[in-house]
């Protein structure tokens, strides 16, 4: 299973939110490159990296920040947030990001996805964030009518490889993930999944690792903590 330390951008900051709630933001790092760099250090080989100003305007903002780590690092970054079309796509991947996510795009533009798939195949990585098992949109701001389930079926359709599936309720919250809804969603398609929100502590990664998810995202757990990346890195890799 793989790690995946993550690093959420708003205007410019190292922040995470709770739930989703923009209002909840607050300041975990100083730095982006140097948080990615410690990330690094301590063995990570990938980087989830959100464009929070780009989810919420629906256009990049950060680009230059994500840009930057993946320049200065050997970090396999993926980059979500505010990604709208395919010339946004190609730049983040000409410029050494090694993946994009798109998830607004899957829910109100699913032919720009299949055309991202058809050009950039398992480079694309479709975001499906869920509050009562239905999809949130533009920066989890608005919901859709749409079931998570049926979502991801749809992605598996058009050949998308990989989702990340993240529990609104649980985000931000060290409750721990989602596990039910994970197993349903593995058990419904043959993506890739990678399971993000509630992440607390090495029982979490172990519950995952068992689940038999690709990947697990962890974000304030490593902040607050309550999580030690190099001891997930372990415990992901046996």
Not at 29 to 42: H, I, N
Request: include cysteine.
């Amino acid at each position: 299973m793989v790690i995946l330390p993550a690093i959420d951008i708003k205007d410019g900051n190292c922040v995470r939110l709770y739930k989703g709630d923009f209002s909840t933001v607050h300041k975990v790092a100083e730095d982006p490159l140097e948080t990615a760099k410690r990330f690094e250090a301590d063995g990570a080989s990938f980087l989830h990296m959100v464009d929070l100003d780009g989810a919420k305007d629906a256009r990049p903002q950060n680009a230059d920040i994500f840009i930057e780590v993946a320049k200065n690092t050997s970090l396999k970054v993926e980059v979500g947030g505010g990604i709208r079309s395919l010339d946004t796509v190609e730049h983040y991947l000409r410029h050494g990001i090694d993946r994009v996510i798109l998830g607004s795009a899957a829910v109100k533009d699913p032919i720009f996805v299949k055309e991202a798939v058809k050009e950039f195949d398992d480079r694309i990585v479709v975001g499906i964030d869920a509050k009562n098992g239905m999809v949130s949109v533009e920066g989890w701001l608005d919901s859709s009518s749409v079931h998570y389930l049926d979502l991801a079926k749809e992605m598996e359709k058009i050949g998308v490889a990989h989702i990340v599936y993240t529990d609104i309720s649980k985000d931000g919250t060290l409750e721990g993930p989602n596990l039910n809804q994970l197993t349903r969603i593995k058990q419904a398609v043959s993506c890739n999944i990678i399971a993000s929100g509630g992440i607390s502590g090495i029982g979490d990664i172990r519950a995952l690792k068992e689940l038999g998810v690709y990947g697990a995202i962890c974000g304030k757990s490593l902040y607050e903590g309550t999580l030690d990346l190099k001891e997930a890195l372990q415990a992901a890799a046996e």
